[in-house]
């Protein structure tokens, strides 16, 4: 049983997985949980595979003394239930598992996320060194800032404080543009 880091009540199934942090029941504690599929299965608790009962049987390629339950779809190699990993519909093995992962040839993974707010800012922000640059990425950080608003920032959670600062910024720059274009034409 999964329990709080801070209380050690015991936390319900319902409150695993989920998309935003949760509060512990007791303590109100923020937490988020994710825990592997293995440990919904009602024989998780202790599993250690099933050990081999005749010579006849195959055995896992990882774990030769346990019996296989399934093949890799990946590479055919047999597999116990601890080495057995469903994803996305598949039963592979942890290497092709991370292979395909580092391949790029399993999709529906997140290994980065391209950081718009830090762009941004650094659109708005770096080419105040160079003034008449400034011309162009003001513009182009104000829009960054509101086309990208609403996706994803991090894997790690951030707040918009970047996104504000780079509007900020490019909207100083715009306003001192326009003052120094309408002083120009007067």
């Known amino acids: 049983m999964i329990q709080c880091t801070k209380c050690q009540t015991p936390i319900s199934n319902d409150r695993l997985n989920t998309p935003q942090a949760v509060a512990c029941e007791s303590c109100d504690s923020r937490l988020e949980i994710q825990a ?3 440990l919904f299965r009602p024989d998780a608790p202790g599993r250690t595979g099933q050990a081999l009962l005749a ?6 390629f990882y774990h030769g003394d346990k019996r296989a339950v399934r093949t890799c779809e990946g590479c055919g190699r047999f597999l116990c239930e601890l080495c057995d ?3 996305n519909s598949l039963h592979l093995c942890p290497v092709c598992l991370e292979a395909g992962i580092k391949k790029r040839k ?3 993974t997140e290994n980065h996320r391209t950081l718009y707010d830090s762009i941004a800012l650094g659109l708005a922000f770096f080419p105040m060194v ?3 640059i400034t011309c162009i ?3 182009l950080a104000l829009y960054m800032s509101i086309r990208y608003w609403k996706r994803p920032t991090s894997i790690l959670p951030r707040t918009k404080i970047r996104y504000i600062l ?3 910024f490019a909207l100083v ?4 543009w326009s003052t120094m274009i309408y002083a120009w034409t007067i």
Do not use: H, L, R
């Not at 010579?55 to 896992?60: K, L, R, V, Y």
């Not at 720059?173 to 001192?176: A, N, R």
């Open 137 to 139: 990425t003001a513009p």
């Open 36 to 38: 592997f599929p293995a």
């Open 85 to 87: 990993v469903a994803f």
């Open 106 to 108: 399993i999709k529906n």
């Open 166 to 168: 780079a509007m900020v």
């Open 55 to 60: 010579d006849s049987e195959a055995g896992c």
């Open 173 to 176: 720059q715009i306003g001192g």
């Open 130 to 132: 160079f003034v008449f």
